[in-house]
């Protein structure tokens, strides 16, 4: 039997946080690890190594777009791919956050359909390698456009 992928929900709110968690565990078959705060974040993705992070941007301590920046400068987990989802539009902290190298911005409220897609295609094993080249390139771009 093959492994369950492992993803990381980083999230604040409780509420928000349990929704994600039971429509990944229900609809992708997923395990699942928590972190309700930005340095939590850093340091699960640390311990559990998942296969794919759910970054919110607005969270206590160190903002979702820091915690991006964290794990991407670790060796040893820089390659996770991150996936923001967040209530903020275009701002500061969504560009750090693609410029660290996260690889999709997800705006809240999203639909279960479009997040269940997007989910499955980063933890595709033939595209997860293609994604990090695609999320570096996609940096370069953002850092050209400012």
Same mark, same amino acid.
């Given at each position: 039997?093959?492994?369950?992928?492992?993803?990381?929900?980083?999230?604040?709110?409780?509420?928000?946080?349990?929704? *994600?968690?039971?429509?990944?565990t229900?609809?992708?078959?997923?395990?699942?690890v928590?972190?309700?705060?930005?340095?939590?974040?850093?340091?699960?993705?640390?311990?559990?190594?998942?296969?794919?992070?759910?970054?919110?941007?607005?969270?206590?301590?160190?903002?979702?777009?820091?915690?991006?920046e964290?794990i991407?400068?670790?060796?040893?987990?820089?390659?996770?791919?991150?996936?923001?989802?967040?209530?903020?539009?275009?701002?500061?902290?969504?560009?750090?956050?693609?410029?660290?190298?996260?690889?999709?911005? *997800?705006?809240?409220?999203?639909?279960?359909?479009?997040?269940?897609?997007?989910?499955?295609?980063?933890?595709?094993?033939?595209s997860?390698?293609?994604?990090?080249?695609?999320?570096?390139?996609d940096?370069?771009?953002?850092?050209?456009?400012?």
């Amino acid at each position: 039997m093959a492994e369950k992928k492992k993803i990381l929900i980083v999230e604040d709110n409780a509420d928000c946080r349990e929704l *994600l968690r039971l429509i990944i565990t229900r609809q992708l078959d997923c395990e699942v690890v928590e972190a309700a705060t930005g340095f939590a974040a850093v340091d699960q993705a640390s311990a559990t190594h998942p296969d794919l992070i759910l970054m919110d941007l607005g969270l206590p301590g160190i903002s979702g777009a820091e915690a991006t920046e964290r794990i991407k400068a670790n060796p040893a987990i820089k390659d996770i791919p991150i996936v923001i989802n967040t209530a903020f539009s275009a701002t500061e902290l969504t560009r750090r956050a693609l410029a660290a190298g996260a690889a999709e911005i *997800l705006h809240k409220p999203i639909e279960l359909m479009v997040l269940r897609d997007t989910l499955r295609k980063y933890l595709s094993k033939e595209s997860r390698a293609a994604q990090v080249v695609v999320a570096r390139a996609d940096a370069k771009l953002v850092d050209c456009i400012r």
